[in-house]
């Protein structure tokens, strides 16, 4: 079988794909970038906000519940009325939350309660009534 030398040219699209692909350590090292420019812009939004933030909560022996609105309330927030619960053992900040269903963290919130969050057997906390 007589073989065939013909030759044959690649349009100059197909040139230009042709050897340009990337190896796995140019890949590994552009993404390890990208995560170092990602982790440095997150790491300094948080000092921002930490460093910058003001408002009635910092100095405030009130605590401010989670989700509430900016806007002036509509009733005072002092007929907010609370029941107390006491701690039993085992029970952690989310299953009370669960109970009584509220966010953990607006439990956490109005305790003025600090992680990690330990809660002791027979400890007092006041939770929103229903």
Do not use: H
Not at 28 to 33: D, E, I, N, Q, T
């Amino acid at each position: 079988m007589p073989m065939n030398n013909k030759k044959f040219e690649l349009s100059p699209r197909l040139k230009l794909g042709v050897g340009r692909g990337f190896t796995q350590n140019q890949i590994l090292k552009f993404s390890a970038v990208i995560c170092l420019v990602l982790a440095i812009g997150l790491s300094l939004n948080a000092a921002r906000l930490v460093y910058t933030s003001k408002g009635p909560a910092q100095n405030s022996n009130n605590p401010q519940v989670l989700g509430a609105s900016d806007s002036a309330p509509s009733e005072n927030t002092d007929s907010i009325q609370f029941t107390s619960y006491t701690v039993q053992k085992g029970d952690t900040l989310f299953n009370i939350s669960q109970k009584f269903k509220i966010s953990w963290t607006t439990l956490a919130t109005l305790n003025n309660l600090k992680s990690p969050f330990y809660l002791k057997q027979g400890q007092i906390v006041k939770v929103p009534k229903q």
